[in-house]
């Protein structure tokens, strides 16, 4: 299994470029808004709007596939053809990018590719992307203002209702770890942020964006990194692995990364407003009690909502 990918040719990386601190809530108003970076569709109309799907890059409905475990159907959605603020609801579903990771899961699904390949096929994807942009969120695979950041992942935070440690999984550039130091010191929660990420590129960019941190950076794959230590929150996507491998990724976090009585966030994904929630419901089939959920709507569309679960571990 592979721990890291490093599948990139970096022919620019201004780390200095990357530091620009902007959590708080408290922002000036009148900030310009951040200029979009278009990361994967660099000259889509769409992604001067699209946001980010919370990381879905291959959040579907399942089928049978031909090995008889679920396998995803990327397209399973009935195409939408409207737009709003320029993007269809398969775009915002599926997330960015998305056309171009269904081909790799399919590869996968065939047999064709095995989980190293996978992971080192979407990294070139989005490690070259993130690392090309220059502003802190584009970095993470956010596209948009701040204040859509803070309304995108800051509802998240509600699961952690303790100050103890936090695990960012696939932390990027580290952006999150620092929002989520700043937004919960605001409830008045103290956390201790940790990140691991697979690019290695990208861990080396979140730990000169955040040397005090640095050494709570690791590089390693998520669904086989075992820590030395344990942490009180570990906050994921569930598209960090094929498809059919979630079930092991939850498996493996819960058993070897989160500590016990602590928590196990998952999200933030999009999912179509009014829908029965689907990710929640797939990973409750698993066998995993899930203990609580959120849900914000999304800021442009309201075809749209944003939602996040948690599953604990017991003490
Ligand atoms: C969309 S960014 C998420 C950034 C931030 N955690 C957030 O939620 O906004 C996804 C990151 O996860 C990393 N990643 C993907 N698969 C991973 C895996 N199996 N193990 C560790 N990191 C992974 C990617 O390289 C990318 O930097």
Known sequence: MLDSVSPLTITRLDLAQGGTYECPSHRPRGEM?????????????????????????????????????????????????????????????????????????????????????????????????????????????????????????????????????????????????????????????????????????????ARQRLPHWAEGISIGNALTWTPDRQFDFVHTGLEYVPARLRARLVAHLLEHVVAPGGRLIVGAHSEAAGSPPRLKAEVASWGFAVAGAVEVPHARDHRVVRRAFWLEKPS
């Open 33 to 205: 808004l951040a200029r979009v970076v278009s990361l994967i569709f660099s000259d889509s109309r769409r992604a001067r709007d699209a946001g980010d799907a919370g990381g879905q890059h291959a959040v579907a409905s399942t089928s049978r596939s031909p090995r008889g475990r679920p396998a995803p159907t990327l397209n399973a959605m009935a195409p939408q053809e409207e737009r709003v603020g320029e993007s269809t609801l398969n775009e915002r579903i599926l997330g960015r990018g998305w056309e171009l990771i269904q081909p790799i899961e399919a590869a996968y699904e065939r047999g064709e590719i095995d989980a190293g390949e996978w992971h080192a096929r979407i990294g070139a994807i989005i490690g070259r992307a993130y690392l090309a942009a220059t502003d802190p969120r584009a970095q993470s695979g956010f596209s948009g203002s701040t204040e859509d950041w803070e309304r995108a992942r800051g509802f998240i935070f509600a699961a952690v209702n303790r100050d103890g440690t936090f695990l960012d999984v696939g932390c990027a550039n580290g952006h999150l770890m620092e929002c989520a130091v700043a937004w919960l010191a605001e409830a008045g929660v103290m956390i201790e942020p940790y990140g691991v990420e697979i690019v290695p590129e990208l861990a080396a960019l």
